[in-house]
């Protein structure tokens, strides 16, 4: 299967509400997860991670859960602002002898007024 | 302040013309890595340096060249460029292997 995908290629949602982003991989044996935010002509910014020993961890307005059950990954965001629009990533890391990490494509998170 | 510095931004240039692009971080990491973006593909990783003179390919490395002679410094080299790597390329650090990246704010690179 596809390693480190996301489910929705662009998320809406209105403002103040929650917002749920996706991500499923297929390596059982990854060991760290990442979500990051990329905004419109910037680099990825690091949010949130999460080892694999943990099925959740929260930060300011982000929770992130792990399934290693299902291989399920979600990035929780509360109370959504303008500012949060972005694309987000998900990324896995193997633990392997290989650097780097597997990226997913991206969700498009898209605030309404 | 912390950052990943990459220059240029922007380069448009010809088949064949080499070329360098330059990535600087100031907060002693240890590794350091280039990607490149492209559209319904995600964040590929080219090279990746785990410390000074040690590099290593990642998952795109033809047509590129990496050095790592200073901590703070990872410059990607292009000898020969050609139209398919036209692209956003990204380096980034990390303090250790199991932290996350600090990414630079890109290098759009266009051969014509």
């Known amino acids: 299967g596809e390693s480190v995908g996301l489910h929705l290629p662009t998320l809406s949602v209105q403002e103040g509400d929650n917002s749920i982003i996706n991500c499923a991989y297929s390596?059982?044996?990854?060991?760290?997860f990442i979500w990051y935010k990329q905004e419109s002509g910037k680099g990825p910014q690091f949010i949130i991670d999460?080892?694999?020993?943990?099925d959740k961890r929260q930060g300011q307005r982000v929770t992130v859960l792990l399934n290693k059950t299902v291989k399920h990954l979600s990035l929780q965001i509360a109370a959504t602002q303008p500012g949060d629009s972005a694309v987000y990533f998900c990324?896995?890391?193997?633990?392997?002898?290989?650097?780097?990490?597997?990226f997913g494509k991206g969700t498009h998170l898209i605030i309404q007024p | 302040e912390a950052q990943v510095t990459q220059n240029p931004r922007y380069l448009i240039t010809v088949t064949g013309k080499k070329l360098t692009v330059t990535c600087s971080q100031n907060m002693n990491h240890e590794y350091m890595s280039w990607y490149r973006q492209d559209p319904g593909l995600g964040l590929r990783q080219i090279y990746y340096s785990m410390n000074v003179e040690v590099t290593d390919k990642g998952d795109v490395p033809e047509g590129y060249k990496v050095s790592r002679k200073e901590k703070r410094n990872f410059p990607l080299i292009l000898e020969s460029p050609s139209p398919n790597q036209t692209s956003l390329y990204f380096c980034a650090s990390r303090l250790r292997f199991n932290q996350p990246q600090h990414f630079g704010d890109g290098t759009r690179l266009s051969i014509l």
């Open positions: 990324a896995e890391r193997t633990g392997g002898g290989a650097d780097g990490l597997t």
């Open positions: 999460i080892r694999s020993n943990m």
């Open positions: 390596n059982s044996a990854s060991d760290y």
